[in-house]
């Protein structure tokens, strides 16, 4: 995988987390009653509102888009793989879940779009990290 392809995936893996993070931990309940931003809400679909919650996963994704945002502007495969397992630790669970319990306040698209967006970040998230390990080091 080229450093561009790299650098793109990352960073665009790290945008949505900051975003987000930085809304939950500052705004709770609006983050809580709008999340994504458009219809569906997603996270509001599942109640009930905890502001403790939110705010916790809100600094958990403030926290993993910082570390992947890190990783893609230096490209150190160091950096990049506990980026990619520390994001992955996060994303890949989060979809599992969403796989096992469909949103209650969402249609079956709207749940299907959900999880297929979820799995995907899970797929481009281990593919960088693939590519990482997998990479040939000058010795």
């Given amino acids: 995988m080229s450093r561009n392809w790299k650098r793109l995936i990352l960073i665009g893996l790290a945008v949505p987390n900051i975003l987000s993070g930085c809304w939950a931990v500052f705004s709770p ?3 809580y009653e709008n999340f994504p931003g ?6 509001s679909a599942l109640p009930p509102f ?3 919650l939110v705010s ?3 600094s958990g994704l403030l926290a993993t888009g910082l570390l992947v945002l890190i990783a893609g502007l230096c490209l150190r495969r160091d950096i990049t ?3 990619t397992v520390g994001y992955l630790a996060f994303s890949l669970p ?3 879940f969403h796989l096992q319990h469909p949103g209650e306040g969402l249609s079956t698209a709207q749940d299907a779009w959900n999880v297929a967006v979820l799995w995907l970040v899970v797929v481009l998230a281990g593919t960088v990290l693939i590519a990482e390990v997998r990479r040939k080091v000058p010795s």
Avoid at 38 to 43: G, T
């Fill in 29 to 31: 309940a609006n983050w």
């Fill in 38 to 43: 458009w219809s569906p809400r997603v996270v």
């Fill in 81 to 83: 793989v506990i980026a």
């Fill in 50 to 52: 905890n502001e403790h």
């Fill in 94 to 96: 989060h979809a599992v």
């Fill in 56 to 58: 916790d996963t809100g």
